[in-house]
């Protein structure tokens, strides 16, 4: 009987949600509250889960209506990505992976269907872990495995003895998240009906951004400490900070060369819908005017990843002088600033400027609050030279190195009290440890700090409820860099001028294998095939602050080049010979670069 009760619950639970939106108020928050977080239905006994037979009916009706594609498939940084037609029966499967984490967790589990900036034609899906964190790296393995086997049944099996799930007091609980894409609402059914087959309630909060499923799926496992865990209990929490922040500093919506207007690219994806409700709840302190919101093609020569790579303006965005400009990629979990000057030249501000920008204003708030907190700024390869140089020797803020990909830098920034961690490529996030947070509250009712240090106790509070720190979060990211130029009373072009960035350029070399490279140093140093990075170096040193590595894409047969030198055109020049390089010792497929 209970067992009844506690599923009826569940499914009340996911009918409740459909009725919130980020206008919930305060008296909905409490009333639906109790159906929203798990613990509310835990110590109602043990029960059965994961027969025998309904592990084999499970397989058998993926097997039946998704039959495996003939390809090996491997589970990298970003889950798995190929061409949308490919990936049915990868989806069922991580459905029913997604059900035997949340056992093996006993938490939610997230499931998102994007292939991020990728083409429209391609889709993907990754698992969100109970934090919001990227799924564990041993988990990446049995996913590949499951995605590869002629075997469901079998290897279903295999997990659950492994680890011991014939038996809960819970049943297994999976969000399912999706982007724009035309093929992601049937790959999404697909992920669901493999996790509802094997006995787990499934919660759709359709189309949503990556950062959303991931805050949501962290938000039911804190058991209320980050709010709703609903989109609208996202769109709360981040919009509240925002607004209090703004109002703690008292400067109104312009402060000296800060105006509160720009130009927002949405990629024609999910960040489109997405901020025009962030802009719908903050007229008040930002005035946005928004470019491809859907009209054209995902992510077709418009998104954050375009313009960080092409180093141009985003289709269909006109550019006035001095006036910022923010282009989002597919799935929203990436930003890029960017302007045009008085002589109509392109400026781009990449996630090297964004963590400027963030790691030194915490550190100001840090150092205002005089908080025993060690903050920290977590790089990748690809960060440029003079960013690293600016932080570590004009901030005075540590730097850590570390491979690319987000499960690097998260973890790497999960070390220090704050963690500022952000890609090149716009990704990034800030991370507050326990300490650090039970440090800045104890800090708002200490009457033996001063004023100043409680109210700098405070800012750092709110921050850390505007970032969404379970991942990177594009427009989380974006109120994170208005409320600090707001509070500095920069333009752009002042923000860019805190220090110049070195020309840079990346090129992508397709090969047969790309597993044929391999690197080591944070990726700064290529290990295999042999020759390379002394052919790399030796290249490297006719170029005037010359600096170049490649690495292995993580889903795709390519080899990644960046390049940078002491100007644009010997930037590219270092980069299309260290492409042939790769081409050449790296077994390149079709033309040489």
């Not at 400009?325 to 996630?351: C, P």
Request: charged content about 25%.
């Amino acid at each position: 009987m209970l067992r009844l009760l506690n599923v009826s619950l569940l499914r009340c639970e996911i009918s409740l949600t459909k009725l919130l939106s980020p206008e919930t108020n305060t008296l909905q928050y409490f009333l639906l509250f109790p159906y929203l977080t798990r613990r509310h239905f835990a110590n109602t006994g043990y029960f059965k889960m994961f027969t025998s037979a309904d592990v084999q009916n499970a397989a058998a009706k993926g097997d039946e209506k998704y039959p495996k594609f003939p390809k090996t498939f491997q589970y990298g940084t970003a889950g798995f990505r190929e061409k949308a037609e490919e990936l049915p029966h990868i989806l069922y499967r991580m459905g029913l992976l997604a059900a035997l984490r949340s056992a093996v967790k006993k938490a939610a589990i997230g499931v998102m269907v994007t292939a991020s900036h990728n083409p429209v034609q391609d889709n993907g899906v990754k698992l969100c872990d109970p934090q919001g964190e990227m799924l564990e790296p041993a988990w990446e393995k049995i996913g590949t495995e499951l995605a590869n086997t002629d075997d469901v049944a079998s290897y279903l099996k295999k997990i659950i003895e492994d680890f011991g799930l014939d038996s809960s007091k819970e049943k297994p609980f999976v969000f399912v998240g999706q982007d724009t894409r035309p093929s992601s609402d049937f790959l999404a059914k697909a992920a669901i009906e493999g996790a509802e087959n094997l006995g787990a309630l499934v919660r759709d909060i359709g189309i949503v951004s990556t950062p959303i499923l991931h805050f949501v799926v962290a938000s039911r496992n804190a058991s209320g400490e980050l709010g709703l865990p609903t989109e609208g209990g996202y769109f709360n929490r981040i919009s509240s900070a925002f607004v209090q922040l703004k109002e703690k500093e008292g400067l109104g919506r312009e402060n000296r060369n800060y105006k509160p207007e720009f130009d927002f690219d949405g990629a024609n994806g999910v960040g489109a819908d997405k901020m025009a409700q962030f802009a719908k709840m903050l007229t008040e302190w930002i005035d946005v005017t928004h470019f491809n919101t859907g009209e054209g093609q995902l992510n077709f020569n418009c998104g954050a990843d375009f313009v960080k790579v092409q180093q141009t303006k985003p289709e269909g965005v006109p550019l006035t002088v001095n006036r910022r400009g923010v282009s989002v990629d597919g799935d929203a979990d990436r930003i890029i600033y960017f302007y045009t000057d008085s002589d109509n030249k392109f400026h781009l501000l990449d996630g090297d400027k964004i963590a400027t920008l963030v790691a030194g204003h915490l550190m100001e708030l840090v150092s205002a609050s005089g908080l025993d907190i060690h903050l920290g700024l977590v790089q990748t390869a690809y960060a440029n030279g003079s960013s690293t140089e600016y932080i570590s020797q004009t901030l005075k803020v540590p730097v850590a190195c570390v491979p690319t990909g987000v499960k690097h830098l998260h973890h790497k920034a999960q070390e220090f009290d704050v963690g500022v961690y952000f890609e090149a490529n716009g990704h990034g996030t800030v991370i507050f440890s326990k300490k650090a947070t039970n440090l800045v509250r104890a800090a708002l009712e200490n009457p033996e700090l001063t004023q100043a240090q409680r109210e700098a106790a405070k800012k750092l509070s709110l921050f850390g409820e505007l970032i969404n720190q379970t991942v990177g979060d594009a427009l989380s990211d974006l109120l994170l860099v208005e409320t600090i130029l707001h509070s500095k009373g920069w333009s752009v072009a002042d923000w860019d001028n805190a220090y110049t960035d070195l020309p840079s350029r990346q090129l992508k070399v397709t090969v047969k294998d790309r597993n044929v490279v391999s690197t080591t140093d944070a990726e700064r140093k290529c290990v295999t095939p042999a020759g390379l990075q002394d052919r790399i170096d030796a290249i490297v040193a006719n170029f005037p602050k010359g600096r170049s590595f490649v690495r292995p894409s993580g889903t795709e047969d390519v080899v990644r080049v960046y390049a940078e030198a002491e100007s644009r055109e010997l930037a590219d020049e270092l980069a299309k010979e260290v492409a042939r390089a790769v081409h050449d010792l790296a077994n390149g497929t079709g033309p040489a670069p």
